[in-house]
């Protein structure tokens, strides 16, 4: 059954194609809400729906249903670069077209949109006359799960912005969190609250108005209005990811496909690669982003950088602290930065055209510390002096500490809807100058990058940096088995894995918390189209443990999510976009782990050869974490993989086909 209709058409329900996911729209004497059943037990119980505006009656209540459309669809479509070629896009939608039944007799449209991997609810206000400019004062969609559950969360409003360690609490327990926000149910389902297609409008942090029911909470202006909209506008999709096992929900694109196809005509210029870069040795206080004998970003170093990318077959060479600004206390300073000046002992005209020569680019940077004015008077002419140069990839970065909870400096929130606004703008203007970025401290990543493929790569959680300088220790051997199944479920995570100096002796007292195969295996867990070899090039040289970083790819044709438990361990195998070589990558939390797969996700008739980076016998990341073996076999897809990970450890495996005699 797609679609049925009672009560006088005010209960409407919808079906996913598989018929397990069901919606049940009611217009509860003129007020909408809405459940989702899986196999005909609830997931959502009745559920609110609607608006609070500002000095305007709320448009939550006192609707008649005039109209509804209900259709199908079944397509693919193909991602230019991606953790998977073709995606899926099936789905069963209902629109349903209120109006207020008396006062201003005001329109609101809402869409739900079904997939058998869960749900998208989206409002539209339609041009109309007695709703034309008007600010949204709260938004009062929310979520009432069955029974009180488990939350995997990160809090909201903090002075990190997203970078925080998860906590696993009861709903009940939880502050304003950000989304992708994941839960377990009491009857075991995976679920993932987050949102898609993000545009011109706040983001949403969730709160627990109950012991089972999260209600959103859009992040405001400063000011206090959540949002300032113009009809006709719809807002981004709210959306229900539903699993029955968690490492399902690694694999369930519902996102993408609820976000516009791609907005830019001509995406050849668009180009996945891996690179290296100035910029580790800052964090371990090596060298410095400032100008003086310490300079990292010098000419003679970046020419060195630009030898070893070239001979290693990286795309790019990333440059931090090119330019005039570093100088002082740059996290406060942010209105000295110049994104066009560099300094005197960076010679860029020269750098650019000799990477260029070799067959890479710079990666560019333009750390703004959250001076939003001082950037945006720039963005201009820097992006077109980059574009002019040859400089195909662009970091940015947004540390705000300007105000309480890590605001930017003018007092907004990065992901409030002037933040929102930012980043598009920064967005649109890269992709006119043929620029590719990557984000740090973003807006949440909602799948844009399908409608804009030049926005590559985001930070938005704790990277490697932290295990370089945080004074809580660093990210934690749980941390990334946490966070593949919550923060990586939005997006691509400029996480720069690949440390090989894991114990970090210029810097005693902090240290990289996981065992070299670990790092290695983070090259397919954690997925980037922008891939970063994030150690010193002198701690590469000659390690065999290098050829993986230098044969894994960063485009995939295929993933598969072979196992998982949330903050344990996790599996996952992907095929390469450009040869018929798979992947797989395997990490555990603490405990030392055995594993056993089937290599079935293999290609039938074809023999592979296996190159295995797995943990030593011996190895522990505490103890002994550079333990690592190196083996070579062979492979049938009707084989066993056996896989023994140490504490905080992991295996990376590269299977070749060997061609047919
Ligand atoms: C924080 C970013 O995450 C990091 O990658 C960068 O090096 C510093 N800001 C400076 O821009």
Redesign the pocket.
């Known amino acids: 059954m797609l679609f049925s209709c009672k009560k006088e058409w005010n209960e409407i329900a919808i079906s996913s194609p598989d018929s397990r996911l069901q919606l049940i729209f009611d217009l509860n004497l003129g007020k909408p809400t809405y459940k989702l059943n899986l196999n005909g037990k609830p997931i959502v119980l009745e559920s609110q729906m609607g608006f609070r505006l500002q000095g305007l009656p709320a448009l939550d209540s006192n609707f008649i249903l005039l109209d509804r459309k209900v259709r199908s669809v079944n397509e693919s479509w193909e991602q230019i670069w991606g953790e998977e070629k073709i995606i899926d896009n099936h789905y069963n939608e209902v629109i349903l077209y209120l109006k207020e039944s008396t006062g201003s007799e005001r329109s609101l449209n809402i869409t739900f949109r079904l997939y058998n991997g869960g749900l998208g609810i989206r409002y539209e206000f339609p041009e109309q006359e007695n709703l034309n400019e008007f600010q949204i004062a709260e938004e009062l969609t929310n979520y009432t799960l069955a029974n009180e559950a488990n939350v995997w969360w990160i809090p909201a409003y903090q002075p990190e912005r997203y970078e925080y360690l998860y906590k696993k609490s009861k709903l009940s327990e939880i502050d304003t969190a950000h989304t992708p926000l994941t839960v377990e149910t009491k009857d075991g389902l995976f679920l993932s609250f987050h949102e898609a297609s993000l545009y011109d409008f706040p983001s949403y942090t969730l709160y627990a108005s109950d012991t089972n029911i999260l209600t959103l909470d859009l992040v405001p202006w400063s000011n206090g209005i959540k949002a300032y909209v113009k009809t006709p506008f719809v807002t981004p999709w709210r959306t229900i990811q539903v699993a029955e096992e968690p490492q399902e929900l690694i694999t369930n694109y519902l996102i993408l496909n609820l976000n516009d196809t791609c907005r830019i005509a001509d995406t050849s210029w668009i180009e996945p690669t891996k690179y290296v870069g100035i910029?580790w040795g800052?964090?371990i206080d090596k060298y410095t982003?400032a100008s003086g004998k310490k300079h990292g970003a010098t000419t003679e170093r970046t020419k060195k950088y630009i030898d070893f990318a070239a001979k290693y077959g990286f795309g790019g060479v990333l440059i931090?602290g090119w330019n005039i600004g570093w100088d002082g206390d740059w996290i406060k300073n942010g209105e000295l930065f110049s994104f066009t000046e560099p300094y005197p002992d960076f010679d860029i005209e020269y750098l650019a055209k000799y990477a260029k020569e070799k067959g890479i680019s710079l990666v560019g940077?333009h750390?703004t510390s959250g001076q939003i004015d001082n950037y945006e008077k720039q963005m201009d002419e820097a992006y077109k002096m980059y574009e002019n140069l040859g400089v195909r990839y662009l970091k940015t970065?947004y540390?705000g500490a300007g105000y309480p909870g890590g605001r930017l400096f003018n007092g907004e929130w990065h992901h409030g809807q002037y933040g929102v606004r930012h980043f598009q703008r920064s967005v649109e203007l890269a992709a006119r100058h043929h620029i590719m970025l990557i984000i740090?401290?973003p807006v949440k990543d909602c799948g844009l990058r399908r409608t804009w493929p030049n926005l590559m790569s985001r930070?938005g959680a704790r990277?490697m940096?932290y295990n370089a300088w945080s004074p809580d220790g660093g990210n934690p051997p749980d941390y990334i088995p946490t966070l593949i199944f919550t923060r990586l479920l939005a997006g691509p995570m400029d996480y720069t894995p690949g440390i090989f100096d894991l114990e970090i002796p210029a810097k005693p007292g902090n240290r990289v918390n996981t065992t070299l195969a670990k790092q290695l295996a983070y090259y397919v867990i954690i997925y980037s189209p922008l891939q970063m070899a994030a150690d010193l090039p002198e701690n590469y040289e000659g390690n065999p443990a290098f050829q993986f970083i230098r044969d894994v790819p960063c485009d995939w044709e295929k993933t598969v999510a072979l196992n998982g438990k949330i903050g344990n361990y996790v599996t996952i195998a992907r095929k390469d976009r450009n040869s018929d070589n798979w992947y797989l990558g395997s990490i555990t939390d603490e405990e030392a782990r055995s594993l056993k797969l089937r290599a079935d996700f293999l290609e039938a008739r074809t023999k592979y050869l296996m190159n295995t980076y797995a943990d030593g016998e011996d190895a522990d990341w505490i103890s002994n974490p550079l333990s690592l073996k190196i083996t070579q076999d062979t492979i049938v897809r009707a084989d066993t993989i056996y896989l023994n990970l140490a504490p905080g450890g992991g295996t990376a495996i590269q299977f070749v086909p060997i061609p047919k005699e």
Do not use: D, F, K, L
Request: charge should be negative; avoid cysteine; proline fraction near 0%.
């Open positions: 910029w800052m964090h982003w931090e940077h750390e970065g540390v740090h401290e930070e990277g940096e």
